[in-house]
């Protein structure tokens, strides 16, 4: 399968909502509330942080449909902002296929030519296996977990992990 990594556009989202919101109302990834509106996640996704620095990109496949999508800014301003952090979502039926590998490739990229000393995922669900997987293969590192931290639907109350990732 061809992906090719660009920019999002306001022309994304109708495509890019669709698994946002499934991924949401699931409960088991993201700590983001499964009550938000369309418009609030629009916010959330597509503007995500005030720094001319942030980003939002989408995988698309050769026909143009949007298979993934990820948002990458400064994690903290200020003193903090020499460390990036980002999100990623991978519809359901292009999980498993490399998209959230190659999101994570394009977002270390652009992390790097942006000036970061490094990459800081701050709340990644320990029951996550495959991204906890995928992220250590890409030179991650758990910092720490918060027990308890993500109630998930099923499982309970599960860890947060801290991930973290030097630059070059």
């Known amino acids: ?6 920019n999002a556009t306001a022309d994304d989202w109708p495509a890019i909502w669709p698994f946002f919101r499934e991924i949401v109302t699931a409960r088991e ?3 983001y509330d499964p009550e938000l509106t369309e418009e609030q ?4 996704w597509m503007s995500p942080s005030s720094s001319p620095l942030a980003r ?6 050769a026909d143009g449909t949007v298979l993934g999508s990820a948002n990458m800014y400064p994690n903290r301003p200020g003193p903090g902002a020499h460390v990036a952090s980002a999100s990623f979502m991978v519809d359901g039926n292009a999980r498993g296929k ?19 000393r490094s990459i800081q995922f701050n709340a990644v669900v320990e029951t996550n ?7 250590q293969s890409l030179g991650f590192r758990i910092a720490g977990t918060v027990p308890e931290a993500f109630d998930h639907p099923k499982l309970g109350y599960v860890g947060l992990h801290v991930m973290y ?3 070059p």
């Open 129 to 135: 296996e495959p991204a906890v997987h995928l992220w």
């Open 1 to 6: 399968m061809t992906v090719e990594i660009r």
């Open 98 to 116: 490399g998209v959230g590998r190659l999101l994570c490739e394009d977002m270390i990229a652009w992390a790097g030519r942006s000036g970061f």
């Open 165 to 167: 990732r030097p630059l």
């Open 41 to 44: 996640a629009r916010g959330l």
């Open 29 to 31: 990834t993201y700590t």
């Open 56 to 61: 939002t990109t989408v995988a698309v496949d």
